[in-house]
Nanobody, 127 residues
């Protein structure tokens, strides 16, 4: 088991909701920048949302704005992705990623900048 573990994926009908969780091991994650990426079959991995732990800055890709919410848990080592109004095009494997280097609006979605990754959790949205 790696430093990041995702949970909460599943199958849901369009319009439904799911909440993904990403739990980080170790005591340094309070200084981390954490993000959710997703990869659909035949497509490249894309950034979905990100949060700067303890500062609260959040970032979203345009296609999920107003539907998804990223937040940190009270324990600070857990990040959530609340996904509402799900669409079939949201179907993908969702991965949690983390880095100790903060990121900003022009680079948070660059997967190559994250050294730590979870195994991923499948989200399937049916029409």
């Amino acid at each position: 088991q790696g430093p990041l573990v995702e949970s909460g994926g599943g199958s849901v009908q369009a319009g439904g909701s799911l909440r993904l969780s990403c739990t980080a091991s170790g005591d340094t994650y309070s200084r981390y920048f954490m993000a959710w990426f997703r990869q659909a079959p035949g497509k490249e991995r894309e950034g979905v949302a990100a949060i700067y732990i303890n500062y609260g800055n959040t970032y979203y890709t345009d296609s999920v704005k107003g539907r998804f919410t990223i937040s940190q848990g009270n324990a600070k080592n857990t990040v959530y992705l609340q996904m509402d109004s799900l669409k079939p095009e949201d179907t993908a494997v969702y991965h949690c990623a983390a880095d100790m280097v903060p990121k900003y609006s022009d680079n948070w979605y660059s997967q190559g900048l994250y050294p730590y990754w979870g195994q991923g959790t499948q989200v399937t949205v049916s029409s």
